[in-house]
């Protein structure tokens, strides 16, 4: 239940610094956009393994690591 409240406010931040770059054509919080993306795809693999479909738990895991890792670069090069 509480993964499930958790991906929920995930996506919401992330719909909305998203919403917010394509209104505004601002994309300064971009970086921060990937970074609650990469964790929503976190809490979206821990679901897939709780539900034991370890393949696509661990293609999840990847996506979130490599989202993490962009959006991390993105906030020391700026």
Partial sequence: MML???R???????LLFASY????R???FGDSMILFLGLTM??????????????????????CLFSLYVSIEGFLLN
């Fill in 4 to 6: 499930k409240i958790l």
């Fill in 26 to 28: 601002d994309f300064k």
């Fill in 42 to 63: 976190l809490v979206l693999g821990l679901e897939e393994f709780k539900k034991e479909r370890k393949v696509m738990g661990g293609f999840l895991l990847v996506v």
């Fill in 21 to 24: 770059g394509v209104i505004t």
């Fill in 8 to 14: 929920y406010v995930l996506s919401l931040i992330t």
